[in-house]
């Protein structure tokens, strides 16, 4: 049985909620080959311009991520754990705490982003002390963006603190996510989703 019609903004995509088999998005190019879903293409370009001209150079490192491409990614997870001498099922809880199972990642939607700065690239906690860090949690709201995965919520989220991912959610949204420090999770069953 279908569910209500879901605003395309703040579909929630986890462990619990895999990302819908008729799933459609417009496909755009920014950064080269990186796409993100068109819709929000035009706030994404205002926050990395509002970001420069407060002299904070951001750089998108990951944006649309195909199935297959999750695929390899969270393989490749359970296989270098295997190395350390995992089993299996050790590998794959592991992983899936690091990496998104394939068919439950945001990036799957073209609307979530990891975000560095040519400085800082590495994908770890001292990444919320660099100015790209520090800026994109205090300005990405007013664009429509979440810090999606914040520290202490790992519990919620079923992710680890993860300040370099960013989703859209739309701006109302994210001021309400953002000002009283809730997750996509919260939010929506603040609001009767989920």
């Known amino acids: ?10 579909i929630l995509v986890n462990k619990q909620n895999p990302v819908p088999d008729d799933y459609e998005m417009e496909l755009v190019s920014i950064n080269g080959s990186m796409q993100v879903d068109k819709r929000i293409a ?3 370009a205002k926050m990395l311009e ?7 150079s951001l750089m998108i490192c990951s944006a649309y991520r195909s199935y297959e491409r999750q695929t390899t990614l969270f ?52 990444y919320e002390n660099t100015d ?7 300005h990405s709201s007013a664009y429509g963006f979440i810090l999606r995965y914040p520290e202490g ?23 309400i996510i953002t000002e009283n420090g809730l997750t996509l999770e919260e939010y929506l069953k603040q609001n009767g989703n989920n």
């Open 75 to 126: 393989e490749n997870k359970i296989r270098k754990s295997m190395k350390s001498g995992m089993s299996y099922l050790d590998a794959y809880a592991e992983a899936s705490y690091s990496v998104t199972v394939p068919g439950t990642s945001e990036h799957q939607l073209g609307l979530a982003l990891d975000i560095v700065t040519p400085s800082y690239t590495t994908l770890d906690k001292g």
């Open 42 to 44: 035009k706030e994404l």
């Open 153 to 175: 919520k790992e519990h919620i989220t079923g992710i680890t603190y993860e300040p370099w991912h960013f989703r859209y959610v739309g701006k109302q949204a994210a001021e």
């Open 50 to 56: 509002a970001a420069k001209n407060d002299d904070v």
């Open 1 to 10: 049985v279908p569910g209500p019609v879901q605003d395309w903004k703040l």
């Open 132 to 138: 790209a860090g520090k800026w994109l949690k205090a």
